[in-house]
């Protein structure tokens, strides 16, 4: 099977910027249902992210 050259980075860049920006999306609209600050949610994500790391 032939694939064209740089359309594995295609596919991922268009995933990255239709789904992950609909899921990030939706993270800032129940946050903010939460009542939580910009800086609380990115604490979040970071601590999260660094769990997942370990």
Known sequence: MFVAEGAKDLILTKRKNQTLKVLVRELILESARLQM???????LIMNTKEEEDQ
């Open 37 to 43: 600050t910009k800086s609380e949610l990115i604490e």
